[in-house]
């Protein structure tokens, strides 16, 4: 396993809700990732980490292949990747993500 897949694997385990996105929870640098915030916020996660994919082209790539999942962003809670926007969407439309928050 390389350096940046060891990392991920580790940020991912070690920290409960992890979003791996473009930009920051307080300045997104795309709609997905601003998306995939306010998603989050709704839920009522405030405790979030997030990695800046833009900061590193190692972490770009390398989170697409540790999920082998082609988009960012990308959320993991409790060390289980759950999807992207998209999936996080559909999961908040039916009431699931709310419910996989109130487990923490």
Do not use: H
């Amino acid at each position: 396993m390389s350096d940046v897949q060891t990392w991920i694997k580790e940020t991912v385990t070690s920290t409960p809700v992890v979003l791996f996105m473009k930009g920051t929870a307080q300045f997104p640098q795309c709609g997905f990732s601003g998306r995939a915030i306010q998603i989050l916020k709704a839920c009522g996660v405030d405790n979030v980490a997030t990695v800046n994919v833009l900061d590193d082209p190692e972490v770009r790539q390398g989170i697409k292949d540790f999920s082998n999942w082609p988009t960012v962003p990308q959320l993991y809670v409790n060390g289980e990747f759950i999807g992207g926007t998209d999936i996080m969407n559909e999961m908040y439309d039916s009431g699931e993500l709310q419910t996989l928050f109130k487990k923490d």
